[in-house]
């Protein structure tokens, strides 16, 4: 079973930043924090994951709580193709199970 | 680019068929994965594999039952294929740590 929590959606409008945020009650010492999105009609994608630091890519930026009890996923300008369920897993060596996710709307 | 394939995309099939869907990578990875989602739902774990010759139940019971014989090959097999059956079905694959999970495009199965 999944063991994150997020809000079942969000909204933003169109060029605004975004945090997605993500509980990781259970997480393990070993765990990476993975982050998923899936576009509507295809396969989940990868988006970004991390231990402790905060990690940045060309898709998003990743911030990690000290306690590492959380995370967010900071999208700095939306848009309308960002719409997607976005994913938080938290996984070491163990299987990929995905949760619900948290849909993400943008408006123009 | 990822490669990982899945055949076929799409497949209509009629009741009591046994049918196998193909999933392909060239990334030597260890770790496989087979979900289930329907439409607008969520993506359930139904099989994966740590390598060669391992393979695992899911979190959601499945009729299907998957093989690894080679690393870049995970085929899964439904020996009677019934309208429940009918969903989507995506591959993954991955490293050791998870660290960045590949999807195939999927097979949409239809069982009529």
Same mark, same amino acid.
């Given at each position: !079973? ?9 909204? $933003? ?11 990781? $009650?259970? +997480? $393990?010492?070993? !765990? ?17 994951? &991390? ?12 911030? +990690?709580?000290? !306690?590492?009890?959380? $995370?967010?996923? +900071? ?14 897993? !938290? ?7 995905? &949760? ?9 | ?65 998957? /093989? ?25 694959? /991955? ?18």
């Amino acid at each position: !079973d999944a063991k994150t929590t997020q809000p079942n959606s969000m909204e $933003s409008n169109e060029e605004e930043p975004v945090h997605l945020p993500c509980n990781h $009650s259970t +997480i $393990s010492g070993t !765990d990476y924090i993975h982050w998923y999105r899936q576009l509507p009609s295809q396969g989940p994608e990868y988006v970004i994951h &991390g231990l402790t630091s905060n990690v940045n890519n060309r898709m998003a930026s990743l911030a +990690i709580a000290e !306690d590492r009890k959380s $995370s967010t996923l +900071i999208l700095h300008r939306a848009t309308l193709r960002d719409a997607a369920v976005y994913y938080c897993i !938290d996984t070491g060596f163990q299987k990929l199970v995905f &949760g619900t996710g948290t849909r993400l709307l943008v408006s123009p | 680019e990822a490669d990982i394939y899945q055949t076929p995309r799409y497949l209509v099939i009629g009741t009591g068929k046994k049918i196998t869907l193909e999933c392909s990578q060239t990334m030597g990875h260890d770790k496989m994965y087979w979900y289930q989602q329907d439409p607008g739902m969520e993506l359930h774990l139904i099989h994966y594999s740590y390598g060669v010759n391992s393979t695992e139940k899911g979190d959601l019971s499945s009729e299907s039952t998957v /093989s690894r014989i080679r690393t870049e090959h995970f085929p899964l097999t439904l020996e009677s294929a019934r309208p429940s059956h009918t969903s989507q079905y995506l591959c993954a694959s /991955s490293d050791i740590l998870n660290t960045e999970a590949f999807f195939g495009q999927g097979t949409r199965l239809t069982v009529v």
